[in-house]
């Protein structure tokens, strides 16, 4: 009997698998996060040889709250193998890359928003359907022709549209039981301008739903024989014809329009190579090719994406090419947790490739490098480093500046532009409160040229009268006395740039269109020397102690109230100090009148600090900081 057009609830599931109902937001949430969440499972991701599991396992292990579960799956991998995440690369690009088939890369977020579309199949039939206001429902056969269009309007967002060879069918499930209606065609909606879909209701579909199998099979091309495809809670994986691990991704039939399309795994077979040649090509990608694809993936998307075109020529169709780069940065992502695993676990640093590999200069442990988290510092700045160091020897000494290129930035390239000489705005305040750790945490910088104490580096910190558009690609400058490489912020009038001057002597060059309203940068006092004298003084010795009279003569040569000058002493990095958390001595301090304060912000803090850092750093514990420096310093930056 004919039911009239009516909203009903929240959208079912798929074919031989009892997909969970979703909610009823219009977000594509799979029934399964992609994490395994058992400490067995996630130490079994680590070391299955599949990238796009170890991948998981590793930001699953990485995130604060998952701390303790971390030291456990650490403690059950203490005696296995690591796998070498540029092998798994060389393992996913050989086994096959959705990619090759159009299907969404690896790169994609399986929680993109606007799921807007459905994807069914139903034995010989795919159905892709939009829901909503208005849209279309179109069904191919497996032989890839087009069997039905139909035309959708006013659909509630909580129907799943799909063909059962016959007639388009809508569905949902209420309380674990599948419903489902006949869309029969339009009927008019009083007083409105447009037509919605009739629903009827048939008592012989009224339980209908999609059936078709969870397994499937794919050959790529030049591959030796079929992949095999399965989906399993959610989740679909590609294994080799050789039972070698290859793609994992999410899957639910409400998916995302922005995305390539993901099939059922029935599906996957009658989808057409997009790029065969560059897919055949993939079958013998080797170690080589796989470390230069790493390396060009630590920089970014786009640099990946052309040193794929560079290194793989028969890729030809972008999409395959995207595809290939985001699991060549998928690897380099993988490269730098590992390390902090391997510290987890007390490994020391992972051996490196032998040169010539481009993964070398990268990530060879400079001396009594223990590696870590660190690690993922140390090769931005070695970048950077690299950008200025090439632009001097590219080019011969110029009579004026010139712009040379411009280069792909990564996000977190700023933030290490407006840290450099400021290192001991994060040591000083540690070596009061006991945090060895933070010293540690400074390696990375000391390792790196940016901490040599050479003076051959600084910084600028620029303004713009107009807007800066956020986009991450600086300009590498040529100077008459070396190079200059812009770090942009995204969307804002101030941006930093680092320079470089073999000779330690600078040109003065400011970027056309940017004003350098202070001084530069230089430096951290940090060295590597001092550094390991501050770290080996702190485990001899413990925190130092808080003197209040070095206030007193602080607050004496500037000016500034007793309360700001115990916090610039001995306040956290952002100069916060409470009476209850204050040393012996300090809180009373806090008490007194503030006076004019030291009118610093927090970075400035930073640039103060590396002032009160005495020359020979066991003077900390012995006469304390460098006071008198630091209250020159604050008068000539102050104008006090």
Request: with cysteine.
């Amino acid at each position: 009997m004919a039911g009239d057009p009516r909203r009903v609830g929240v959208g079912g599931g798929h074919a031989a698998q009892d997909l969970r109902p979703r909610s009823a937001s219009d977000a594509w949430t799979p029934s399964v996060t992609l994490l395994a969440e058992t400490d067995d499972q996630l130490a079994a991701e680590i070391t299955a040889g599949r990238l796009s599991g170890l991948a998981e396992a590793l930001d699953r292990l990485g995130r604060p709250e998952c701390a303790e579960q971390a030291g456990r799956v650490t403690a059950r991998l203490r005696e296995t193998d690591l796998p070498d995440p540029v092998d798994l690369l060389v393992t996913a690009l050989r086994a096959g890359v959705p990619a090759e088939l159009g299907v969404a890369c690896a790169d994609d977020s399986p929680y993109a928003p606007k799921s807007s579309r459905v994807v069914y199949q139903h034995g010989d039939h795919l159905s892709i359907g939009v829901r909503g206001w208005k849209g279309d429902l179109t069904a191919w056969d497996t032989g890839g022709g087009v069997v039905r269009n139909a035309t959708l309007r006013q659909l509630p967002k909580d129907l799943d549209p799909w063909f059962d060879g016959t007639r388009v069918l809508v569905s949902r499930v209420v309380d674990g039981r599948w419903q489902t209606f006949v869309v029969e065609g339009m009927v008019p909606v009083s007083g409105a301008d447009s037509d919605v879909s009739a629903l009827t209701y048939d008592p012989e579909r009224a339980a209908a739903r999609p059936q078709a199998p969870a397994e499937g099979e794919v050959t790529f091309p030049g591959a030796p024989g079929p992949s095999r495809v399965v989906l399993h809670r959610g989740v679909i994986t590609v294994t080799g014809p050789d039972g070698t691990a290859g793609a994992r991704l999410a899957f639910s039939p409400r998916q995302s329009s922005q995305h390539g399309l993901v099939p059922p795994p029935g599906w996957w077979a009658h989808r057409t190579p997009v790029d065969p040649e560059g897919s055949a090509a993939l079958r013998a990608v080797g170690r080589e090719t796989a470390e230069a694809l790493v390396a060009a993936g630590l920089r970014g998307p786009r640099t990946a994406v052309a040193a794929v075109s560079r290194l793989l020529p028969e890729i030809t169709e972008s999409a395959l090419a995207a595809g290939v780069a985001a699991l060549a940065r998928t690897a380099a992502d993988c490269l730098l947790r590992m390390e902090g695993l391997r510290a987890r676990m007390g490994r020391g640093p992972a051996p490196v490739p032998a040169p010539p590999s481009p993964l070398h200069p990268l990530l060879a442990p400079p001396p009594g490098w223990q590696g870590g988290r660190g690690l993922g510092v140390l090769v931005q700045l070695r970048m950077m480093a690299a950008d200025l160091t090439a632009a001097v020897a590219e080019v011969p000494d110029p009579p004026e500046a010139f712009l040379l290129r411009k280069v792909e930035l990564t996000p977190g390239q700023y933030m290490l532009g407006q840290n450099f000489g400021r290192l001991a705005g994060y040591a000083y305040p540690a070596v009061f409160a006991g945090r060895a750790d933070t010293l540690a945490g400074l390696r990375s910088w000391t390792a790196s040229e940016w901490g040599d104490g050479s003076g051959r580096w600084r910084v600028l910190e620029l303004h713009s009268p107009e807007r800066r558009q956020r986009d991450y690609v600086g300009e590498l400058w040529r100077t008459p006395a070396g190079a200059l490489l812009m770090l942009y912020m995204h969307n804002d009038r101030r941006t930093v740039a680092v320079e470089h001057a073999p000779d330690g002597r600078f040109s003065g060059f400011v970027p056309p269109g940017w004003e350098m309203p202070g001084a530069p940068v230089p430096q951290s006092r940090v060295t590597p020397e001092r550094l390991t004298a501050l770290e080996d003084l702190l485990a001899a010795r413990g925190p130092v102690a808080a003197d209040p009279a070095w206030a007193h003569d602080l607050a004496g040569r500037t000016g500034m109230g007793l309360p700001s000058a115990a916090r610039l002493l001995f306040g956290n990095r952002e100069g916060a100090l409470s009476a209850e958390t204050a040393p012996p001595g300090v809180a009373e301090l806090l008490a007194a009148p503030e006076g004019t304060g030291h009118g610093l912000t927090y970075p400035q803090m930073d640039l103060f600090r590396e002032r009160l850092l005495p020359d020979d750093p066991a003077d900390l514990w012995g006469t304390g900081p460098d006071v008198e420096a630091a209250a020159l310093w604050w008068r000539a930056f102050t104008g006090g």
